[in-house]
Each structure stands twice: as structure tokens, then as C-alpha cells.
């Protein structure tokens, strides 16, 4: 049925970049508001990044702001996450996720490690 899917993570060093995937398929992407989490061992899940529907909007959690950029496809239903100046402790689980109203699915994640 409802499928997301996060691609594009791996092993980088300290400053450099990457760019997650997650791609969409059976629900009405374009309806809803999709966001990126992530998971660092021993802590709690944290929001990353937001964007609307339409991607008028986005936002950012403190820690990733100007270094990330959110954005979508609703053409190729992906949503993307643009991950440049990457810090160690950007190592963690990423998570795409879609919620609207009572409806909420989740990836199963792609690792990110951020490393010498």
C-alpha cells in the first residue's frame, strides 16, 4: 500500500555533503506535508526539516539550519534532503515521514555517518 522509501546515505567525511531521497507511492503525495527525522542511538528522535504540501513553505530544526534544504518533487513524488557542512554529530538514522490529519507513515531509514 503506502510505501516510503529513503535512499542516498553513506559514509562522509567532516564539511562534506549529501543528498537524501525518499520516494512516495501509494497515498496522494501532493496532499501531504512530508518532514525528515532522524535517529541518533541513545536519544530521542528529533524533526530535522518540514515542507508543505506545495513547498511554499519550509523550516528547520536549529542544529541543521543553513546547511539543510528540504525540498520536493510531487511530479517524481520524492522529497529530498540536501545535507551540506556535515558535522559528526549529523550521524545518525534519517527518516522520511508523511502526516496528514490522523494519517502518519515512516521510511525505513537511511543511514547517514558523518566521519574521518
Known amino acids: 500500500q503506502v510505501q516510503l522509501v529513503e535512499s542516498g546515505g553513506g559514509l562522509v567525511q567532516p564539511g562534506g555533503s549529501l543528498k537524501l531521497s525518499c520516494t512516495a507511492s501509494?497515498?496522494?503525495?501532493?496532499?501531504?506535508?512530508m518532514k525528515w527525522y532522524r535517529k541518533i542511538p541513545g536519544k530521542e528522535r528529533e524533526a530535522v526539516a518540514h515542507?508543505?504540501?506545495?513547498?511554499?513553505?519550509?523550516a528547520y530544526a536549529d542544529f541543521v539550519e543553513g546547511r539543510f534544504t528540504i525540498s520536493r518533487d510531487n511530479v517524481k513524488n520524492i522529497v529530498y534532503l540536501q545535507m551540506d557542512s556535515l558535522k559528526p554529530d549529523d550521524t545518525a538514522m534519517y527518516y522520511c515521514?508523511?502526516?496528514?490529519?490522523?494519517?502518519?507513515?515512516w521510511g525505513q531509514g537511511t543511514q547517514v555517518t558523518v566521519s574521518w
Open positions: 515521514n508523511a502526516h496528514y490529519q490522523h494519517l502518519e507513515y
Open positions: 501509494g497515498l496522494a503525495f501532493s496532499e501531504y506535508p
Open positions: 515542507i508543505t504540501p506545495d513547498a511554499y513553505a519550509t
